[in-house]
């Protein structure tokens, strides 16, 4: 079983509002991924990163940015949230087979 | 553009039956293709990992196959059970010059397994 987590699980914020979500692996994966899923609808990849110091964007445009200055984490921020930012948001890693942490669920009101 | 569609969308079947899902894909060029399950309100849980040198894998009552060539993957599971029951989702990797790249995710196939 994969050990990757993600915090918080649920985040009710204000418009406006920088944001933090956490994604940490104990693994040694160097591979890491951010998707976006809203409702219904399929996983989209934002943002991925083949190691420490390495960022690229994904197939869907995300306002959201990421960084990854160690290996084991790779958290994703929103520097002022919006109504539209309202998803879940999924962290993963893999070494071939992607592993997923359990979501973060935000709305912004 | 990777593009990747689950039939069917949704499935309901009795307790005991075996059961296939299709997936297919537009673009044969993969690095490996992935089965997930989701559970409501839960993140997604590796079924089985085809690499794209590789023609099926098997893991308890699943099994999955693969054809590159005419892009299509298919999902089989065998005497389902109510437990089954969950979102399955297939998922293609691509290249990139740091070796597979992130995901492209199907819509899913809702599936449901009546005691």
């Known amino acids: 079983e994969a050990d990757i987590y993600q915090t918080p699980r649920y985040l009710v914020i204000g418009t406006g509002k920088k944001i933090t979500l956490e994604c940490s692996q104990t693994m040694g994966h160097d591979k890491m991924y951010w998707y976006q899923q809203d409702p219904g609808m399929e996983l989209h990849l934002i943002h991925y990163s083949y190691g420490v110091n390495s960022t690229e964007k994904g197939d869907l445009s995300s306002e959201s940015t990421v960084s990854r200055i160690r290996t084991e984490h790779f958290p994703l921020t929103l520097e002022s949230a919006r109504p539209s930012h309202t998803s879940q948001y999924l962290c993963?890693?893999?070494?071939?087979?992607?592993?997923f942490g359990p979501g973060t669920r935000l709305t912004v009101t | 553009k990777q593009e990747v569609t689950q039939i069917p969308a949704a499935l309901s079947v009795p307790e005991g039956e075996n059961l296939v899902l299709n997936c297919s894909f537009t673009d044969s060029a993969i690095y490996n293709l992935q089965w997930f399950r989701q559970d409501p309100g839960k993140g997604l849980t590796s079924l089985l990992l085809?690499?794209?040198?590789?023609r099926e894998q098997t893991s308890g009552r699943l099994n999955a196959s693969l054809d590159k060539s005419s892009g299509r993957s298919t999902l089989y599971i065998a005497a389902s059970q109510p437990g089954d029951s969950a979102t399955y989702l297939c998922a293609v990797g691509g290249y990139s010059g740091g070796g597979a790249d992130g995901l492209t995710f199907g819509k899913g196939t809702h599936l449901i397994i009546q005691p």
């Open positions: 993963a890693s893999s070494l071939y087979e992607q592993y």
């Open positions: 085809i690499q794209s040198s590789q």
